[in-house]
């Protein structure tokens, strides 16, 4: 069993910069990849950013340039530096993991924490 908590979020200036951080504990098994994704009030979640095992990272196209992932070594932490933030970003971001218990896969979800982006 794998926990999952989100920090960092809050309320910033459109072009301002946060760092969201997701926590992890218990034991996960074998981590396939962590992401980052957000959902808006009224719309569907969408992946936001995506780190795999080797290394890879993917991003969505709306924050390709802006937003950087990152994670430790252990998978203790996955981290989302979000830059030049604007308001399209408010939403509600979610830490995901996703990894195999023997041979059954999961997916785990943190309980999100809210970024608004406004004036």
């Known amino acids: 069993q794998v926990q999952l908590v989100e920090s960092g979020g809050g309320m910033v200036q459109p072009g301002g910069s946060l760092t969201l951080s997701c926590t992890v504990s218990g034991t996960p098994g074998t981590v396939i990849a962590m992401g980052w994704h957000r959902q808006a009030p009224g719309k569907q979640r969408e992946l936001v950013a995506i780190?795999?095992?080797?290394?890879?990272?993917d991003y969505a196209d709306s924050v390709k340039g802006r937003f950087t992932i990152s994670r430790d070594n252990g998978w203790n932490t996955l981290y989302l530096q979000m830059n030049n933030l604007k308001p399209e970003d408010t939403a509600v971001y979610y830490c995901n993991m996703r990894g195999y218990w023997g041979s059954e896969q999961f997916d785990s979800w943190g309980p999100g924490t809210q970024v608004a982006v406004s004036s």
């Open positions: 780190t795999s095992r080797g290394g890879n990272r």
